[in-house]
């Protein structure tokens, strides 16, 4: 298909990177969104095994971060 | 596990109901009380209630039994350290927002874990489904970079997902103490909401058991009457429901004698 449709092939590439960096945007303030739930959660009741939940919270919100980054310089 | 506040090594009489006869009927009933115990009950409506405390004593009421130290509670059927228990008799290490400082903790209930499995399940198929992606033409027409990309966005929604499903579990308890019934309903990430309702004004316990699975692992809804603003709570797909309404039966009671004995706790 790159061979037969160079011009089509390479704007295609280009929108799909566009969604792909606007929907990591929007995933970025939904990360942000958990992991301030789960330290709200957290306070309102504490139930043990807190730090782990509250590590991959923040853990999932710098994945989110790096692959953004990494979306916008490929 | 017969008994859920008898530990392991006492006599079963020492603090379980008899429940042979109704609870109502060993309050209403004073003639019953034996003559052996003679304390007062102070702040007592003595003429109505003359000695609670020898109908409590007397083992015909199911009134709960608090663990006075720490090897007593830990003998407790129901208890345990685990933080992702489901079902956990009284819990340490346990607190919430809206406690008392009096209050005490009875029980902390999640849905049962086999509840999760549906989840587990397709996170695992959608961990696996890459390995496929290879197969696609289209896929592999990509640039490499454009496919680390696609992967790695793949998985981080894939463990979005997962990590949602566990936190709707983790954060969604049922709590009961001495006093209250709370329900935490953690719908989505973004939407909670917590509704409590006094022992008191608990008017009926409805346990629902229904279906193969429900049956083979013990796992049920329970429907919580109440005469408050919110009229019914719901514990859903908790383990051991029935024993979950006999902790509320037996609360009841309690609450029962302290409302005859004019005590506020």
């Not at chain 1, 807190?50 to 490929?74: D, N």
């Not at chain 2, 079963?12 to 019953?32: F, H, I, L, R, W």
């Amino acid at each position: 298909m790159q061979e037969l449709y160079p011009g089509f092939f390479s704007s295609s590439l280009l929108f799909l990177r566009g969604a792909i960096i606007v929907g990591l945007l929007l995933y970025a303030i939904f990360s942000l969104v958990i992991l301030k739930q789960v330290f709200l959660m957290s306070e309102t009741i504490d139930v043990g095994f807190v730090r782990p939940i509250k590590f991959l919270a923040t853990l999932h919100l710098i994945a989110t971060l790096f692959i953004l980054v990494f979306a916008l310089f490929i | 596990m017969a008994d859920l506040f008898v530990a392991k090594d006492q006599p079963k009489s020492d603090v379980t109901a008899d429940y042979g006869q109704t609870q109502a009927e060993s309050v209403q009933n004073p003639s019953q009380i034996p003559s052996s115990n003679t304390n007062p009950v102070p702040n007592a409506n003595q003429n109505t209630a003359p000695n609670l405390d020898a109908i409590r004593n007397s083992g015909r009421m199911g009134a709960l039994k608090y663990p006075k130290s720490e090897e007593e509670r830990e003998r407790i059927p129901g208890f345990t350290k685990n933080p992702l228990a489901s079902f956990n008799i009284f819990p340490e290490g346990f607190d919430f927002i809206n406690k008392d400082p009096e209050e005490k903790i009875i029980l902390l209930l999640r849905k049962h874990p086999i509840t999760n499995l549906t989840w587990i399940l397709a996170t695992m198929v959608l961990f696996i489904l890459p390995a496929f992606f290879s197969v696609m033409p289209t896929f592999e027409s990509l640039p490499k970079n454009m496919q680390i990309l696609l992967l790695m966005v793949w998985y981080l929604i894939t463990f979005s997902f997962a990590f949602e499903k566990f936190l709707t579990w983790f954060f969604n308890v049922n709590i009961i103490t001495d006093e209250r019934v709370f329900d935490v309903n953690f719908v989505s990430l973004i939407y909670r909401e917590m509704t409590d309702a006094e022992i008191a004004q608990i008017q009926d316990v409805t346990v629902q058991l229904g279906g193969g699975i429900r049956t083979l692992f013990n796992y049920g809804d329970l429907y919580i009457q109440t005469a408050g603003e919110v009229p019914r709570i719901i514990f859903e797909e908790v383990p051991f429901p029935d024993r979950v309404a006999k902790v509320l039966r037996e609360l009841r009671v309690e609450e029962e004698i302290e409302n005859l004995e004019g005590r506020v706790r």
